[in-house]
């Protein structure tokens, strides 16, 4: 195949090209080329396949929420070529048979890259660590507790250095349940206005600068996930500076949000950790500008609507956000004037790719041709009803957004074509 009259995104600008592509690896890019298969993409720009490094995919075990056969197809609408699954999934990703089963129904599927992210301990129970070694052997690429924390720091400790050992980086979901203490929202004005319990920052915070003592004592890399505190990201800044080998993600719904968005009592603005104030948002944007943040991710939550259609304290926490993040991202990001057009492909792609050792990120010759092709000028508006992920559950339906993803293409094969209604 080749795309041609494309804008091309490459890490030092963004140049119009064609690119060919020949089984599953690019072959050329050169300023114009000829073939039997060609798709005109004028008008278009080609990203580095999108990765996102925190999907909740469901199976096995809550295929009522979303399976990995419709999470995949949600991932490729969202321009998304590889995505990394969490392993609160039931029985929880701990062990080699599980890590095998997703890796074989996402092959089955055939869609977009699956790469399992196992447990930290078994169960995840945060008392013992889990097979590490056989997860690897079998195809995990990180481990994690996402929806919990390793409480015990000494156990933290063990499992950042074993799983170094084997090549793995520890991502850790960043929350002190007793300082917690049963919130729901943020603290602050609108949980007193909404009456809802609120949790404060410290709650995050705390465990954010204990992962960073233990990566700086130990000399071993670790991620924080969807950080939301501008005192979180103050530590995260810090510790860079000094050479700490720390690196972040956030996710669009705390770089476009604040908790007023509770005030409606919208079970769709309820997320962990909860969206906050408009200084932490303006924070993220900050750290997402300044590499302090290395990646955008979704954190994709997908809920059945009993989930959800409850009262706000017994609602389920989480977004789905993978059919969104794209157009997000660049409405807030770009035409916001925060980030180039390079800059948002690194926190989306090349950034992903290296921090989890993915082959991905970069389109040049002789690499995998994992290629987004949007429509940046496509203005539309967020419909739930139009998204292909089970889970409907979004706090941004009606807003309008730019850029629609038009191809997603895998391993040199298209995965999703954007059908002209």
Not at 340 to 349: C, G, I, K, N, Y
Request: aromatic share 6%.
């Amino acid at each position: 195949m080749i795309f041609k009259h494309a804008d091309v995104v490459f890490p030092d600008g963004v140049r119009r090209a064609d690119i060919r592509t020949e089984g599953e690896r690019i072959a050329e890019i050169a300023p114009e080329l000829f073939g039997e298969e060609e798709i005109d993409c004028a008008g278009m720009t080609v990203f580095p396949g999108l990765i996102d490094m925190h999907v909740h995919l469901r199976e096995p075990g809550f295929e009522k929420k979303e399976d990995i056969a419709s999470g995949c197809a949600a991932a490729v609408k969202g321009g998304f070529t590889q995505i990394c699954c969490m392993p609160n999934t039931n029985p929880v990703t701990d062990n080699k048979v599980v890590v095998s089963y997703i890796l074989s129904r996402a092959k089955e599927v055939g869609l977009c890259k699956v790469r399992p992210v196992g447990a930290i301990t078994k169960g995840q129970e945060g008392k013992e660590l889990a097979a590490i070694g056989a997860m690897k052997a079998a195809g995990a690429v990180a481990l994690s507790e996402d929806g919990r924390t390793v409480e015990n720091a000494k156990i933290m400790a063990l499992a950042m250095q074993y799983a170094s050992d084997f090549g793995l980086i520890c991502l850790c979901h960043c929350e002190d349940k007793a300082l917690v203490d049963g919130g729901v929202v943020n603290e602050g004005y609108y949980s007193t206005l909404t009456g809802l319990k609120g949790s404060i920052r410290a709650a995050e915070d705390a465990i954010v600068a204990r992962e960073i003592c233990l990566s700086e004592s130990l000399g071993i890399p670790v991620h924080i996930c969807h950080v939301s505190t501008y005192s979180g990201i103050e530590l995260i800044r810090s510790a860079k500076s000094r050479g700490v080998k720390v690196t972040a993600e956030s996710c669009p719904h705390y770089f476009t949000l604040t908790d007023e968005a509770i005030a409606g009592f919208d079970t769709n603005t309820k997320v962990n950790p909860p969206i906050r104030e408009e200084r932490d948002r303006a924070a993220v944007v900050e750290g997402l500008r300044d590499g302090t943040i290395d990646c955008i991710v979704t954190d994709h939550a997908p809920h059945h609507a009993d989930d959800k259609n409850v009262e706000y304290n017994l609602a389920a926490f989480g977004i789905s956000g993978i059919e969104t993040s794209f157009a997000l991202s660049y409405t807030q990001l770009v035409k916001g004037g925060v980030l180039t057009l390079p800059e948002l492909a690194d926190r989306m792609s090349r950034n992903p790719a290296r921090i989890l050792g993915l082959e991905g990120g970069e389109i040049a010759v002789g690499k995998r041709a994992d290629l987004t092709v949007v429509d940046l000028k496509k203005e539309w508006t967020i419909d739930p009803a139009e998204f292909v992920s089970k889970g409907k559950n979004t706090p941004f339906t009606g807003r309008k957004v730019s850029g629609r993803v038009k191809y997603t293409v895998v391993d040199g094969t298209i995965r999703y074509e954007e059908k002209e209604a």
